[in-house]
């Protein structure tokens, strides 16, 4: 899985401007991974970073949006109303 | 040697550097849900359950993905959304398998989700590096830490309810005291076990 996703990062249909983007943006020095690196290459890093945040919030989405459908239970309207009638202060 | 390494971290997680007495994690809910016995025994189950659930989430996630791809630093973004999604799709699921536990302990899961201890034992297992079966030893030992500190904290406010408290410190003060002193107590365990 992993092999997959750094081949989608590394292809550079996805980032167009990646040629511009590397003069633009300043090479790091210290940081990236769990041991400090003399030298990271930012770019990989930050087009992981979207893919992987994208990817995470489209599974919880999904699945969240997916539980919600299948396990909704059904209330009854006339609670709705009579809360309303109360003013939801009880 | 495997075995001594998990009771060491259960020890140490939920004595010697309890959550709340020691780090002062928590405290939010510590005192919210530690009024009456029987709400701080469902929070107590409640939250070891999610504790768990979520630590071993969070390594797998960060075991498999975050580490190969050198993105580890987003790792406190990353636990907030998994363990929020996490509690979000149990309380669904939860509401229509089995109303009755929902009904005990669903209002306790929306509490959780915004939790300090909750996101902290994640964060701790990613930053000291532990294996799957030391952290799920870990977030056990958190939570039975908290389950310790509540069940002791909700005794001790049931009797303080009928104690002769000074008008100003009655209520929540006296709680903030009785804790500090229970702290105290707990800084006796300090040095019981070295890791």
């Known amino acids: 899985m992993i092999e997959v996703f750094k081949t989608i990062t590394e292809s550079s249909f996805l980032f ?3 040629d511009v983007m590397q003069f633009l943006i300043p090479q790091a020095g210290v940081g990236g991974g769990v041991e ?12 992981s970073t979207f893919i992987f945040l994208a990817a995470v919030g489209a599974v919880f989405g999904l699945g969240l ?4 459908k299948k396990f909704s239970v059904k209330v009854n309207p006339r609670v709705e109303q009579v809360k309303d009638v109360l003013a939801h202060a009880h | 040697m495997e075995f001594s390494r998990v009771f060491e971290l259960i020890i140490a997680a939920s004595l010697i550097n309890n959550f709340v007495f ?17 709400t701080a025994v469902g929070m107590s189950i409640t939250f070891t359950g999610v504790m768990m659930i979520s630590a071993a989430l969070s390594w797998l996630i960060f075991t498999f993905v975050m580490v190969p791809l050198d993105i580890t630093f987003l790792k406190i973004i990353v636990f907030i959304g998994v363990v929020a999604g996490f509690v979000q799709a149990s309380d669904t699921i939860m509401r229509k398998i ?6 005990k302990l ?23 590096r532990y294996s799957f079966i030391e952290s799920l030893a870990f977030a056990l030992g958190s939570g039975l830490g908290f389950a310790l500190a509540l069940v002791i904290m909700a005794s001790i406010r049931e009797k303080l309810e009928l104690a002769d408290v000074p008008e100003p410190f009655k209520g929540l003060p006296i709680a903030f005291i009785a804790t500090g002193l229970i702290a105290l107590a707990f800084a006796g365990f300090s040095g019981l076990i070295t890791i």
């Open chain 1, 16 to 18: 167009p401007l990646t």
């Open chain 1, 36 to 47: 400090a690196k003399e030298h990271v290459e930012l770019l990989p890093v930050i087009k």
């Open chain 1, 65 to 68: 949006a997916f539980a919600a």
């Open chain 2, 22 to 38: 020691t780090r002062f994690l928590g405290l939010c809910i510590f005192f919210g849900v530690s009024r009456k016995m029987e």
């Open chain 2, 98 to 103: 089995s109303p009755g536990l929902y009904y």
């Open chain 2, 106 to 128: 669903g209002i306790y899961l929306a509490l959780i989700s915004t939790n300090c201890i909750i996101l902290a034992v994640p964060l701790i297992n990613a930053g000291e």
